[in-house]
């Protein structure tokens, strides 16, 4: 029998561009070639779609678009019947037929569903959430609200345009007290958040928030730490293992995300079977109201008191064998090979 065709998307005109090409990396290098066929697509910051042909090592050192012999201009059909990504070599077009597509693409124009949809035109399965899902869990007001209309707990928040009077935002600090967190509403990896902790770094930090969205979320700091919950599935869940992220100050940000410079992360989390379960229930609570699906990983708040609070879900998380979402499903006994052929299979039969 032929195997599968699957394209693996990376790169991407995202902030997060150059977490995909690690991300992508691992993938492309674990992915089983005796069960898929694997087709590399790679977008460029400025959103140039190529096939893509070179070594995987170049994706580490971001020089995989300097050796045009490995680069073919590419595009996906949106004639359904095709399914295929149209290649572009001199003076003719070659379609690649696809059988599904994982894009290993982080934050906004990979994340947020604008990819997703477009693979949905083309009629091509896709690993992971779909367009609603993906959408939603990006904008972290609307998730938050559709999770509390479930009953899940959130933090206390209030979203600022331009036209916001900073007064405003000054009575909302008040209310909710310091310290307190600044986030653009679309954003990952922690671009653009940053922890106030006195009222004269507000507006500092708000024009931060609104350089990455025309929205910004004003968020009450909740007491405690993060756990983060690995999920597989859409029907049935596989629930990994919970992590727990350590900080020894501030808050987790882009640096310490992929440095880890002075925190730990713990897997499994620290705390007692009865919170452990409390979150995982949570977690799935959280993953069906935002209609997840294929994969993600949720992240929650655990206070002294036991109590777990909502924060955001990542629909396409870390992808690199040390990342956190990998690493929550081998303390639950999957590998990270197995993990990818498990998230394939929802999609595609090898």
């Known amino acids: 029998m032929q195997k599968p065709v699957v394209a693996v998307l990376f790169g991407g005109c995202s902030s997060e561009y150059s977490v995909s090409l690690h991300s992508a ?22 959103g140039n779609w190529f096939h893509y042909t ?8 971001d020089t995989w678009t300097r050796n045009p012999a490995c680069l073919t201009p590419a595009a996906l059909s949106q004639d359904r019947s095709r399914q295929a990504l149209l290649t572009f070599p001199p003076d003719r077009v070659v379609p690649l037929r696809l059988d599904a597509a994982f894009p290993v693409l982080h934050g906004r124009n990979g994340e947020d569903g604008t990819v997703q949809g477009l693979l949905q035109l083309a009629g091509i399965p896709t690993a992971g959430c779909g367009v609603l899902s993906s959408a939603l869990c990006m904008d972290k007001v609307r998730a938050h609200r559709l999770a509390a209309e479930d009953g899940v707990a959130v933090p206390l928040g209030m979203v600022l345009t331009p036209d916001t009077p900073r007064q405003a935002a000054l009575d909302f600090v008040r209310q909710a007290g310091l310290p307190l967190f600044v986030k653009p509403v679309r954003s990952g990896s922690s671009h653009g958040i940053t922890r106030v902790t006195r009222e ?6 708000i024009d931060l928030a609104f350089r990455h969205d025309r929205r910004v979320l004003l968020e009450q700091a909740i007491p405690g730490f993060e756990v983060g919950c690995a999920i597989l599935g859409t029907d049935k869940l596989t629930i990994g293992e919970l992590d727990e992220i350590e900080l020894s100050g501030g808050f987790f940000d882009f640096e310490e995300k992929y440095t880890l410079k002075t925190s730990a992360i713990h897997v499994p989390a620290r705390v007692s079977p009865e919170v452990a379960a409390r979150v995982k229930d949570t977690a799935q609570q959280v993953y069906r109201a935002l209609d997840c699906a294929g994969f993600a990983r949720v992240d929650l708040f655990v206070t002294p008191q036991g109590e777990v609070y909502f924060n955001e879900v990542n629909t396409i998380p870390g992808f690199t064998e040390h990342s956190r979402f990998p690493a929550m499903l081998q ?6 090979p197995e993990m990818l052929d498990a998230i394939l299979c929802q999609v595609v039969s090898p």
Do not use: H, M, W
Request: hydrophobic share 45%; charged share 30%; no cysteine.
């Open 331 to 336: 303390a639950a006994g999957l590998s990270f």
């Open 54 to 61: 070179g070594p995987l090592e170049t994706l580490e050192e």
């Open 200 to 205: 004269g770094d507000l507006d500092r930090a």
């Open 25 to 46: 990396r691992a993938v492309l290098a674990a992915l089983d070639r005796n069960k898929y066929q694997i087709v590399p697509v790679g977008i460029t910051r400025e």
